[in-house]
């Protein structure tokens, strides 16, 4: 007897077979249509970022920059303190916070970094731990991990538009190969312009956030950087990177990156 012969005798029969290829149909429906979505919103995070990096002087504009020296202080509360940036595209980054009495210290060459760490005592020089080696990895790059995330294997998502700090902005999310977000970016809808960044991490077990505004943008060697970043802790400002001068594609002395030998 074949179903239609079924569906005469017994309808409970057909009706029941009806009712399991509707649910079967509905359900590789939702999951097209889940996709189709997914893909588009990749599509608008794609664009977005597109249009963001053209904004800040393009692919191409950040590909010509081989290095960067950046000098400037760090404020916190009512205290200021000289620091210096250096950076080789994609390979090295050297950071120095000057607090009078001992430096804080870091430097990192492709794949190994080292750090002062005055917890272990005066002047103590140790490597860099996992997490550690991979913030130094993301630093590297000089567009940003937003800018160059295709070459860093990150994939985008997008949160539609949000009211940040009084202004209209794309929400670009940013997942790490294991499926993470890291970062969240919010991008003006009409300049272009990057209005916040968070930073999300997690530590034993509990995710914190660090909001990034950067501010006074200045073109330097075809690009823009900017002059001026706050970041905010539970919405409190906990410190100020203010800088007073940029170099592009100077020569530096690739010794600067490496371990000191004298260990304290």
Known sequence: MNN????????????RGFF???????????????????SAFAQQAESITDQYAAHLGGYAGFKKIKTV???GKTIAGEQ???MLLVVQTGKSIYNMVDIGDHKFISGYDQGTGWVTDFRLGPDTIRDMDEPELMEQKGMVSMGGPLIEYRENGTRLGYSGVKKI?????Y????YDSTGNMFIKFYID????????????KTIDGKASETQIVPS??????GVLFFMKQEAYVNGQLSQTLLFDKVEVNITIDRNIFQKPVKQY
């Open 216 to 221: 006074m943008p200045q073109w330097v060697g």
């Open 20 to 38: 399991t290829t509707f649910i079967f149909m509905k359900w590789t429906l939702f999951i097209m249509l889940l996709t189709i979505s997914a």
């Open 69 to 71: 020296k950046i000098t």
């Open 80 to 82: 200021s303190f000289p």
């Open 171 to 174: 929400r670009i999310d940013l």
């Open 189 to 200: 809808t009409t300049t272009y312009m990057p209005v916040q960044m968070s930073l999300i």
């Open 4 to 15: 239609r012969t079924n569906c005469l005798y017994s309808p409970g029969f057909c009706s």
């Open 165 to 169: 700090r009084e202004k209209d902005a």
